[in-house]
């Protein structure tokens, strides 16, 4: 059996199809914003969501901290869940890149809510205190074990944002995980942000690549921060190929691998070695062992039979099901979890 690779769904590899959509697509100059390709995946990213325009950036990295750049100043204070990507997971990007500061909510599995939001946006009319000058959501929360968001919950949120002029960014890296579950329109979810970043190469299976949507006026600031930031590309459009073709043909299956991590969830909740495991609800499994195994004892065991996870920290283990996986390989990984 080839190695079953289940650490991310970062991991798939561009299909024969992708690819060869990729070498044909037409390219330009995308600094000049002739790039033909490019500019057709930016509207159609952001008219998915009803928004005006699109910034096509090499990484979800990217989209998150080029928005954050484009609302904060050095000093402001950004709203987040303490273990939000844009936080845990972007090297201090925050502080570093923008010179803002955090104000880290306990959200449940990584869902904070409108009510925790509003006790941590600061009195802008006193001096002592920093400016809060954004709030960010996370749907599907990695951290969390790929956990939806409620859209009412959303809702709530962009209500007391609205009242008190606060931008509501998304880092959707997995949005279109939450949206095939919950069936929400997309133009009306689309409508409680600000801006969304969507990663094509997640999920989706682009090899490279994500897409930072919101209005006309603020693509323009984040274009103007893209090229400070370094990420003017050319002839990009041979990789924003590999995008267009996932977001034109990748969302819907994305069901496909929710049932197959709840088949993997199933098996994990039978070993008498897991002590719980996080309700799947899209396509991320963690299993938080017990005193029965290591965390290094089942990803050796694992990797015997040539799976591969991701310790996930403390007693967690991470798997993340993806398109490049077959009924043959899930089939495997449960055999196997429930040999060890
Ligand atoms: C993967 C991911 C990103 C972006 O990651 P890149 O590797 O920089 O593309 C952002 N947010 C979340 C929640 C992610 O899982």
Redesign the pocket.
């Known amino acids: 059996m080839e190695i079953v690779d289940l650490r991310?769904d970062?991991v798939t590899k561009p299909s024969k199809e992708m690819k060869e959509f990729m070498i044909n697509a037409p390219v330009g100059d995308d600094v000049f914003e002739e790039d033909p390709t490019i500019n057709e995946l930016e509207a159609y990213a952001a008219k998915i969501f009803g928004k005006e325009a699109g910034l096509y950036c090499s990484?979800?990295?990217?989209?998150?901290q080029i928005a954050i750049n484009v609302y904060c100043r050095p000093g402001d204070e950004v709203i987040c869940d303490k273990d939000?990507?844009?936080y845990m997971?972007?090297g201090g990007g925050i502080a570093k890149n923008s010179g803002a500061s955090v104000r880290l909510l306990e959200g449940d599995r990584g869902r904070i809510t409108a009510q925790q939001v509003k006790s941590a946006i600061m009195d802008p009319s006193n001096v002592h205190y920093p400016l809060t000058s954004l709030v960010a959501l996370?749907d599907?929360?990695?951290r969390g074990g790929g956990a939806i968001y409620s859209i009412d919950e959303i809702k709530r949120i962009q209500t007391l944002c609205k009242n008190e002029r606060l931008p509501l960014h998304l880092?959707g890296?997995?949005v279109f995980n939450s949206l095939v579950e919950t069936k929400v329109d997309y133009v009306e979810y689309g409508n409680l942000f600000n801006s969304i970043?969507i990663?094509l190469?997640?999920g989706l299976g682009a090899p490279v690549g994500?897409v930072l949507i919101g209005s006309k006026e603020f693509i323009k600031k984040a274009r103007r921060v893209r090229k400070v930031f370094g990420g003017g590309m050319r002839q990009a459009g041979i990789i924003a190929a590999g995008g267009l073709f996932a977001l034109k043909n990748n969302i819907d299956r994305l069901k496909i691998d929710h049932e197959r991590a709840i088949a993997i969830e199933s098996a994990f909740k039978n070993c008498s070695w897991v002590e719980n495991v996080l309700e799947t609800q899209t396509n991320i499994i963690v299993a938080n062992l017990n005193n029965g195994k290591s965390v290094e004892e089942v990803l050796s065991q694992l990797e015997k039979n040539q799976i591969l996870a991701m310790p996930f920290g403390g007693n967690m283990i991470r798997m993340v099901t993806h398109l490049d996986n077959t009924p043959e390989q899930i089939q495997h990984v449960i055999n196997t979890i429930q040999s060890i």
């Open positions: 991310s970062t990484s979800g990295t990217q989209t998150n939000a990507h844009i997971y972007e996370e599907t929360m990695n880092d890296a997995r970043s990663c190469s997640k994500s």
